[in-house]
């Protein structure tokens, strides 16, 4: 019964194809986010979605999409991959958006563009 | 341009004793820090927080200490235990960017 959970854990892929990466959470929560952890480590935000709406959107390629079908999942889509997206993407649900509510990530996914 | 900055990318604690990891920020308008522990092949999870109004925040073996003047706040873990060890990422959050900011993480060892 995992909280947060995003599929796949690992994806491999050539550049200029398109993927997409899902995220579900159990928690109730109204806000999710994408984070990218680059190869320096730093966990940045790309976007977020509070009931369905996109709240935040981070200086982010517009070759990532987020889509929110309901508030218990946010997907990620990327079209044309290119070798520099090659990083790990955490999915992260909170209940409300300010800091009384902290994040609950998934396990990541771990995207390598060849 | 890094907000929130983890200088010390590991460090090396024996079991038992004192465990200290620091933060240093730029972004004076954070209104609170956080602290995530982050295991391999997991995502990271919520350890402790701080308010911006408030130098100290205690929680078990856990204690995080802010001094605003210098821009710096540090995790205290006593005693660290092995399964302490892990990666820990400081944030920062603003309420009016409605933002947290990561440093890059410290990577702890505790050896037993």
């Known amino acids: 019964d995992t909280a947060v959970s995003q599929t796949p854990k690992y994806l491999v892929t050539q550049m200029g194809n398109d993927k997409s990466i899902k995220c579900e959470q159990n928690l109730g929560h109204d806000t999710m986010y994408w984070y990218k952890q680059d190869s320096k480590k730093f966990l940045k935000i790309m976007f977020s979605?509070?009931?369905?709406?996109?709240?935040i959107n981070e200086t982010v390629p517009n070759r990532f999409s987020p889509k929110s079908p309901d508030k218990a999942h946010l997907n990620l889509h990327i079209n044309s991959l290119e070798l520099g997206d090659s990083a790990v993407y955490f999915c992260?649900?909170?209940?409300?958006?300010?800091?009384?509510?902290?994040?609950?990530f998934g396990n990541g996914t771990r995207l390598t563009v060849t | 341009d890094q907000q929130v900055k983890q200088n010390s990318p590991s460090l090396s604690v024996q079991e038992g004793r004192i465990s200290i990891l620091n933060c240093d920020y730029t972004n004076s308008m954070f209104d609170y820090f956080l602290w995530y522990k982050k295991y391999p092949a997991e995502g990271p999870t919520f350890l402790i927080s701080i308010s911006s109004i408030k130098d100290k925040n205690e929680d078990g073996r856990f204690t995080v200490f802010l001094n605003k003047s210098a821009k710096h706040l540090s995790l205290h873990i006593v005693p660290s235990q092995p399964g302490d060890s892990a990666v820990y990422f400081c944030a920062g959050f603003n309420n009016a960017g409605n933002m947290l900011t990561f440093g890059g993480g410290t990577r702890l060892m505790v050896k037993p």
């Open positions: 979605y509070n009931n369905k709406e996109l709240i």
């Open positions: 992260a649900s909170s209940q409300g958006t300010g800091w009384v509510s902290p994040l609950h």
